[in-house]
């Protein structure tokens, strides 16, 4: 066996979970092919404690990135749904920062995963991973009020690399703040019982100040407006796309307060850069 | 060595492992360390809270980079990202030394995210040392290679880990992280005396040291980090000392992490055990007479 070969046969025996009974498709492959037995231990049994440190670290890993998740679809199913995951994403990266980057996506494509509330789940993801994104992503010096109030209707703006935007259908945001808070606290203050949520339509922008992340609901114009800048429009291009979108109600006069609302509330918050 | 190629010619003395729960203590009271350890993959990240705090440590302390991915044992070539992030925070630490381990951990792109043995194989070496060069090469600095804690054995092993190290270290021209607890650990789970290793590994290429704590269990012992250093892991350093003079030391402490002083007096444990630091007239007569000679 080669060393390549090697690590291809102890990786897949690897990628089996301890628990290996629980998932389905799991299949196990003999180590004794490559490793040898110790006086105390069989080679399956030393395979096993690698087994168990990668899983647990693995899970862990997850686990700690989707506290809300966890609240809203119990203990046991997050368990199931951590271990069906990984199976499905095993990790790509060499950072375990990444390891969650395609929970999101695949909880909502697997919605028995998801509980009652699968729909409320995917966003509390969502809403999660963009918290992780924002929290490290990096930060650019913003543009001054005068700067901003100098630019034309073509000119190309950037808005900060760690603002993160999201339409969501349920008030996650109100439990992700509450679970985070509760962490945070000490075990006696932590038996505050959590808010509950309801489908509600939110719009969501995820930021940084001073290295600590921060929620902020935006009104649907401004989000639109922030969307079509994140995607690279220029501000005349922003504006058009949203006007175009219907339903956007009110007089000329008011879409033009409500751009310059957004654009202030933006550059307040130093998002354009 | 106090000082070799392999350390960047520095003289380090005992430092601790930079954890988040010493955060405040550390920038709130400014303990005197000698320098902090960081885990490099921390901090590879594009900006916010995580490199705002190694920045206030860097305005205070020496630090110095430890790595947990760059998987050397492993069959893939080594990844050009991670290369490139590791080579930008380099330059920001200004570490005079980096250190990761002689494992392998993942295959096809895909990771296993823990320290996995290798073969002790010629094929091992020659691939092994293959990427270190290349990293070496890539970041500018010199590398230490760290032996691992090991649980599992192969039967295409041709040679003793020991020898195994040497080959690699040699074959890639680079320096050891000698991790006495890990030899000690893997000593205890394949039945081989740990001072064989300690005696055989080559002195002129230790770097750094390594100490820690390992966990008990009936059957095997566990590289945990959640403890103090134990007794035969100290009976180990005093050994390597004695081989190696004084070395830059590390402890270690990496869950049920307890207050920043009980790890740092923990760590400081190790001062009993190192000569004292020559002064530098006398150490510079000490190379004009081996000049001399």
């Known amino acids: ?273 | 060595m106090p000082a070799n190629r392999f350390n960047g010619y520095t003289d380090y003395g005992v430092g601790v492992g930079l954890r988040i729960p010493h955060y405040d203590h550390i920038l709130s009271r400014n303990p005197t360390v000698d320098w902090f350890e960081i885990i490099s993959e921390n901090y590879m990240v594009d900006g916010g809270l995580p490199l705002r705090m190694l920045d206030r440590i860097l305005e205070q302390y020496r630090v110095v980079q430890h790595g947990v991915s760059l998987y050397f044992g492993s069959a893939d070539r080594l990844n050009r990202d991670h290369l490139r992030r590791l080579k930008s925070l380099t330059r920001r630490t200004n570490t005079p030394w980096l250190s990761d381990h002689l494992c392998w951990g993942s295959v096809d792109g895909t990771y296993s995210h823990d320290l996995l043995p290798l073969p002790y194989t010629w094929e091992a070496v020659r691939k092994t040392a293959a990427n270190i060069r290349e990293a070496q090469d890539f970041l500018e600095l010199p590398i230490a290679v760290e032996n691992v804690s090991s649980y599992a054995e192969f039967h295409a092993s041709e040679m003793t880990e020991w020898q195994f190290l040497n080959e690699v270290v040699e074959a890639a021209d680079c320096g050891i992280l000698l991790d006495v607890n890990n030899i000690y650990v893997s000593s205890w789970n394949h039945g081989f005396d740990p001072f064989d290793y300690v005696n055989a590994v080559a002195p002129e290429r230790v770097a750094q040291i390594h100490i820690a704590g390992h966990s008990k269990f009936e059957k095997y012992r566990l590289d945990t980090h959640d403890h103090p250093v134990l007794d035969p892991v100290w009976r180990l350093y005093q050994r390597a000392i004695a081989r190696c003079g004084r070395t830059a030391t590390l402890l270690e402490w990496d869950d049920r992490i307890p207050g920043f002083d009980e790890v740092h007096d923990e760590a400081l444990k190790a001062n009993q055990y190192l000569p004292a630091a020559i002064p530098e007239s006398s150490a510079a007569t000490v190379e004009m007479n081996h000049d001399a000679a």
């Open chain 1, 1 to 273: 066996m080669t060393l390549l070969e090697l690590q291809r046969r102890m990786l897949g025996d690897l990628r089996v979970p301890p628990d290996a009974a629980a998932v389905p498709g799991a299949r196990e492959q003999g180590a004794r092919d490559y490793l040898s037995d110790s006086p105390r231990l069989n080679a399956q049994q030393r395979l096993d404690i690698y087994r168990r440190s990668c899983w647990a670290r693995l899970r862990e890993a997850v686990a700690e990135d989707f506290p809300a998740l966890r609240a809203i679809v119990g203990r046991q199913r997050f368990a199931a749904l951590i271990d069906a995951y990984l199976i499905a994403h095993p990790s790509r990266s060499w950072t375990l920062r990444n390891l969650s980057r395609s929970l999101p996506a695949w909880l909502a494509t697997n919605p028995h995963h998801g509980g009652k509330r699968w729909r409320a789940a995917v966003d509390a993801a969502r809403l999660e991973w963009a918290y992780i994104e924002s929290f490290d992503a990096a930060s650019r010096p913003p543009l001054s009020p005068e700067r901003i109030a100098s630019l034309g209707a073509d000119s190309p703006l950037c808005l900060q690399p760690h603002l993160r935007l999201l339409d969501l259908g349920w008030n996650v945001d109100d439990l992700v703040v509450a679970v985070h808070h509760k962490e945070g606290e000490s075990p006696d203050r932590s038996g505050k019982t959590l808010p509950t949520i309801r489908p509600r339509k939110i719009y969501l922008a995820v930021h940084r100040v001073d290295g600590l992340v921060y929620y902020r609901r935006l009104d649907k114009f401004a989000f639109r407006i922030l969307d079509a800048l994140q995607r690279n429009r220029t501000l005349a291009e922003a504006v058009n796309a949203c006007l175009e979108s219907p339903p956007h109600a009110g007089s000329a006069e008011d879409r033009i307060r409500a751009l310059q609302q957004t654009l202030a509330l933006a550059g307040q918050l130093g998002w354009i850069c």
